[in-house]
């Protein structure tokens, strides 16, 4: 069908029809030149013997009138030749090319409409690079979806450091990292009142990794470095509320000043609502090392931490943030599950399962992150 029709629009170039329409137009322009041409030489050999303005507009309104008048019977000429004469030809072959075109709409419709968005836990604030996330779904397997990036869930990790008064970190030089002892609790006490549930460290990539959700509203609380503010003023916010959390260990530092001591990290991991994971020995920067001193970091307080609390360690956390191809590498053959970093989002991923996000937190209640 479509081939036998093919041969009736090449017949709109033949030379019987360039004959009937093409034709003639070209005739009438190439008429409309000559005119035109010898209309300026009359004119240039006049201005050559006096400069009448109103000859000359008088001829070139005359010209631009014949000009108008013979161009549009032309198309008009046109218009109804296609219109009454080969549109009965062509017809068949628009129609089909119709048809192809409504049904590749019909398949790209179906193909969005089955597309699923990633299910998110939380709204996000519109400020945030984070888009607004759906509606949490009472199914955990429906609380997360495959992208192109792999399996991922919407999980909010937040990082603090110190949590102390302001004053107090003020005098002590914590100011930059401290987080005011009200703020925190304030804070804390937002996310049970909002129905949110806090999850290890080791959850996160522990379900990433298994492809399944994780059930209510989770939500990560990290406290990095180990400082014995954390003892004093985290810990006791922690048993008031029932809040898990995650202290990120730099083990050559336990026992000094500001730090935690062994004793300490003991008792609060001993009550079930605090875990301690891997922040290397020393907090060094990992990628300006070489594998042999990336591991011994990794490796060394991994071991201090399994010996002294009895835990077993599978979770990192990277110095400063700072990681590349080489400390995953190491990271990877050492046994880790996962690690993090301080890049922010909500969005976890199977395929950065090594450099799960962190957003820093600030004074601010959760809800100006749209939680």
């Known amino acids: 069908m479509v081939r036998k029709k093919l041969p009736i629009l090449k017949k709109l170039l033949n030379k019987r029809q360039r004959k009937k329409f093409i034709n003639p137009f070209i005739e009438k ?4 030149f000559e005119k035109t041409k010898l209309f300026f030489q009359q004119t240039s050999q006049n201005l050559s013997k006096s400069f009448d303005k109103k000859k000359i507009k008088k001829k070139i309104k005359k010209l631009i009138t014949s000009v108008s008048k ?3 019977t032309t198309w008009e000429k ?3 030749y296609f219109q009454a004469e080969n549109l009965r030809k062509v017809w068949p072959v628009l129609a089909i090319l119709a048809i192809l075109l409504m049904i590749a709409g019909i398949f790209i419709f179906a193909r969005l409409e089955n597309r699923k968005p990633v299910i998110s836990y939380h709204k996000i604030a519109k400020t945030s690079t984070i888009a607004k996330s ?5 199914k955990i397997d429906e609380n997360a979806e495959f992208t192109r990036k792999g ?3 919407s999980v909010p ?3 603090y450091h110190h949590i102390e008064p302001a004053d107090l970190a003020a005098k002590e030089g914590h100011a930059s990292l401290n987080i005011d002892v009200g703020a925190f609790e304030a804070q804390m006490k937002y996310f049970v009142d909002h129905g949110y549930n806090t999850i290890t460290a080791e959850e996160l990539p522990a379900s990433l990794a298994a492809h399944r959700g994780i059930g209510g509203k989770p939500i990560l609380i990290t406290l990095d470095d180990g400082y014995v503010d954390s003892y004093t003023y985290a810990y006791p916010i922690a048993k008031k509320y029932g809040i898990k ?9 336990l026992g000094g000043p500001d730090y935690l001591t062994w004793s300490q990290l003991q008792e609060m991991v001993g009550s079930g609502l605090v875990f301690a994971y891997d922040h290397t020995v020393s907090h060094y920067s990992l990628p300006s090392g070489n594998v042999e001193k990336i591991k011994s970091e990794i490796v060394g307080a991994k071991e201090a931490l399994e010996e002294n609390l009895g835990v077993n360690v599978r979770i990192l956390a990277y110095p400063y943030g700072s990681y590349d191809q080489k400390v ?3 990271v990877q053959e050492t046994g880790f599950l996962g690690a993090y970093g301080t890049s922010s989002s909500f969005l976890q991923c199977e395929s950065s399962i090594y450099s799960l996000k962190r957003t820093r937190a600030s004074g601010s209640l959760p809800s100006a992150y749209g939680l």
């Not at 322009?29 to 409309?32: I, R």
Request: proline content about 0%; charged content about 10%; glycine content about 12%.
């Open 70 to 72: 013979k161009l549009g």
């Open 328 to 330: 995953i590498n190491v």
């Open 245 to 253: 959390l995650n202290l990120f260990i730099i083990t050559g530092l």
């Open 134 to 138: 759906a509606t949490v779904s009472s």
């Open 29 to 32: 322009g190439k008429l409309l």
């Open 78 to 80: 046109g218009r109804v």
């Open 157 to 159: 990790a937040f990082y």
């Open 151 to 153: 399996f991922c869930l």
